[in-house]
């Protein structure tokens, strides 16, 4: 009798052992032929990753643990699984870059630089050298996402700490500030040399306007140009009851992607983009009814995303393990929504948009999904997992963080 | 002698009859008032505060702290009532920050005050008594 238990037991121990990879396996919905893999687990607040030529992963920890904010990650019997981990940087941050024999993080008000030698791994994580101090950080959007051209400089954006520039924050019946005085300091892209020692404001140029917060950047180097996905401003219903009900404020503005020159300006906060009407339309706090249009002079939107759903990551892929229609497309990692509530919240997804010639060549579409792990969201902290982070590994897999468990994803495609 | 305790008893009975009737009513009148004042915490939570708390008064990672069996919602009235009146940001709550600002929520009524706090104190696995009108009036002077 005690035998026959005991057989039953490890039966029951295999199948849900079974069940259980099932599940892991069948977690996250992909496009077919495509393979997702538990790359790491458990890395705390994963926030941005680059990875070295020899694929050496660098992760930006939003929260630090044991004191350090950067885990670097290696897959050495390169099985799809990390085995070693060393952590180091006593910074919390998020944006993270590899250029050239360097490494790039950044604090939530300064930029770091660390030496790379030839398996990629950082010589002085001791001592970086800090490009770039005295940012803004007034807790509000103010992650520093950072990337890079090829000719020696680096982009940081300067979240805008506001939602529409009112002048008490998110208070109803508060006018909007005119000219906005954030945008001298904040709410853009600003631009430095990525070797000079203690840059701030007066070393920096700003290279871009207008923006509310971009977390989500990344160089194009198909076309040598600057891309960016812009936070959209929140709560039209909750402050202008009389404009929007609480469906348009789920579904507006729409989340928008900025392809940008020197010298643009994205419009925030006087106006912003509605993907249904097609149109920029002046913000109410600054007389707008929903209608008017605005922005004469704001840069036109190359696409246009539903509202609220966080767009943390911009990766243009240039990779050749992907099918061909993936070449210099861009992936978007939405972080999922809050500001959909009481209308269930929509992201916590990878998107993807075929590009050709640095403009979409077709509509977005969902790539990865089902990270928040259950069939509906009504609160983001149901979410078991958010996309936040993206990078391409020197094969071409696409790596995705998620800031709520720390997991680390590797997507991979064969015929 | 009969009728006489007949009818006695008649009046013990319809005089029970009665207190019981007004003892009834003003229990169900009692508890109208307390659930229409629960009817206005709700209303006003869903359009002052559910965009940011959401719908399971969850909060957002990171963003919005979550009001769910929280101290500082069942903890002292005048500190909660504060919060309310002048917004908060940057506080740490059990060992989280949270970055988006709350704003300054000065154009609702005392009255509105009152009945969304009792509302949060009553819900989200809360369970901490009513905020009554006359302490939202207090704290507002204080302020001034």
């Known amino acids: 009798m005690k035998k026959i238990t005991f057989i039953l037991f490890a039966i029951s121990v295999a199948v849900l052992s079974a069940f259980d990879n099932r599940i892991l396996q069948d977690s996250i919905k992909l496009p077919a032929g495509f393979k997702v893999q538990i790359f790491a687990e458990d890395l705390g607040t994963a926030r941005h990753i680059a990875l070295t030529p020899q694929g050496t992963a660098y992760i930006k920890l939003g929260k630090l643990v044991d004191g350090n904010g950067i885990v670097m990650l290696q897959d050495t019997d390169k099985d799809g699984i990390a085995e070693r981990k060393t952590t180091f940087g006593p910074f919390a941050g998020t944006g993270i870059a590899v250029k050239g024999n360097n490494l790039f993080a950044s604090s939530d008000s300064e930029v770091f630089r660390y030496t790379l030698d030839a398996n990629g791994l950082v010589t002085n994580p001791n001592n970086p050298e800090r490009i770039v101090k005295g940012l803004v950080n007034k807790r509000q959007h103010a992650s520093k996402s950072i990337t890079l051209d090829n000719k020696g400089n680096i982009y940081v954006n300067i979240g805008a700490p506001s ?107 006087y106006i912003y983009y509605d993907h249904i009407q097609k149109k920029k339309i002046l913000a109410p706090e600054f007389g707008g009814d929903g209608k008017k249009t605005g922005g004469e002079k704001a840069v036109d939107p190359v696409v246009a995303f539903p509202g609220h759903m966080g767009p943390n990551a911009l990766l243009f892929y240039t990779g050749k393990m992907f099918p061909e229609r993936y070449r210099n497309g861009a992936f978007v990692a939405f972080h999922g929504s809050w500001n959909r509530a009481p209308e269930k919240q929509k992201g916590y997804f990878v998107a993807f948009v075929p590009f050709k010639g640095g403009k979409p060549s077709g509509e977005w579409e969902v790539f990865a999904d089902n990270f928040a792990g259950v069939e509906s969201i009504d609160s983001p902290g149901q979410a078991q997992h958010r996309p936040c982070g993206l990078a391409e590994g020197p094969d071409g897999a696409l790596y995705v963080t998620d800031d709520v468990k720390g997991t680390i994803y590797k997507i991979t495609y064969s015929k | 002698m009969k009728s006489d305790l007949q009818f006695e008893h008649n009046i013990y009975v319809k005089s029970r009859i009665f207190i019981l009737v007004v003892l009834v009513s003003l229990c169900t009148s009692v508890s109208v008032v307390a659930q229409s004042i629960a009817d206005r915490g709700k209303e006003v939570y869903d359009q002052n505060c559910l965009a940011c708390h959401q719908m399971d008064g969850g909060g957002v990672p ?19 009532i504060n919060v309310v009146l002048k917004g908060l940001q940057g506080v740490e709550i059990n060992g989280e920050i949270y970055d988006n600002p709350m704003p300054p929520l000065t154009h609702l009524s005392d009255e509105d005050i009152a009945a969304v706090l009792t509302y949060v104190r009553a819900n989200f696995n809360n369970k901490a008594g009513p905020i009554k009108k006359e302490e939202v009036v207090a704290a507002r002077k204080a302020m001034n």
């Open chain 1, 163 to 269: 939602n529409a520039c009112q002048e008490v924050d998110r208070t109803k019946g508060s006018k909007g500030m005119m000219p906005c005085p954030i945008l001298d300091s904040a709410g853009g892209i600003w631009q430095f040399n990525n070797a000079k020692l203690d840059q701030s404001y007066g070393q920096g140029k700003r290279y871009a306007t207008g923006l509310r917060n971009i977390v989500g950047l990344d160089w194009n180097t198909e076309t040598d140009q600057l891309y960016v996905m812009q936070h959209g401003r929140d709560m039209l219903f909750q402050l202008y009851p009389e404009y929007f009900d609480a469906k348009q404020s789920a579904e507006l503005p729409s989340e928008v992607m900025f392809a940008l020159k020197q010298g643009d300006d994205g419009g925030w906060p």
């Open chain 2, 62 to 80: 990171m963003l919005t702290p979550p009001l769910v069996n929280a101290e500082w919602v069942q903890g002292d009235k005048v500190r909660l």
